[in-house]
């Protein structure tokens, strides 16, 4: 079974340049999540997704920050503009049922966003 | 607000010595804990995971934890470790909070690194 599928794995850019990650996660996985983990620390929440209606976005920056995920399938996380605190992994993870505590998340590879 | 303590940020052991990381979790209802793991260049994996039932939790590549419910505890044991269980390790908290369920709240990580 292939895993949850993040791209692009790194990338760097200047301040203030929008950036766009894309997450396509595990076949039949309703709950979709982005996390992002700064250096030296665990991931943190950004947004989770409950098939296509985000339920918790509730740590999202959303002076800066956005996220979509159209069909309930892939989402894409944007950030407009960068700022240099946004150097980070941001992670997806998705997990197989919907609004209940016992699923257990898979996380994708991440991407590595350096803000020069 | 719930939060996770990894006591250890760093920790540095000889193959075949025995490891023990703390993981003390901030939650006075129900939790599932999870503890993740995250080798040199991968993605981060389940290890093993509590839901309800036997409080000793085996996960895989022989590490166990085990939840103290009384102590807000979850340590990851492993009786002797080999150079590949080199990894961050991640112990991870997940417990209804409002209206919004599957939360997962993550530790620091602690870094181990296993000498050969």
Known sequence: EAGVVQSPRYKIIEKKQPVAFWCNPISGHNTLYWY???LGQGPELLIRYENEEAVDDSQLPKDRFSAERLKGV????K????ELGDSAVYLCASSPRLAGVHETQYFGPGTRLLVL | AQSVSQHNHHVILSEAASLELGCNYSYGGTVNLFWY???PGQHLQLLLKYFSGDPLVKGIKGFEA?????KFSFNLRKPSVQWSDTAEYFCAVNAAYGGATN???FGTGTLLAVQP
């Open chain 1, 36 to 38: 992002r983990q700064n």
């Open chain 1, 74 to 77: 892939d989402s894409t996380l």
């Open chain 1, 79 to 82: 950030i407009q503009p960068a």
């Open chain 2, 37 to 39: 793991v995250q080798y």
């Open chain 2, 66 to 70: 085990e939840f103290i419910k009384s």
């Open chain 2, 103 to 105: 939360k997962l709240i």
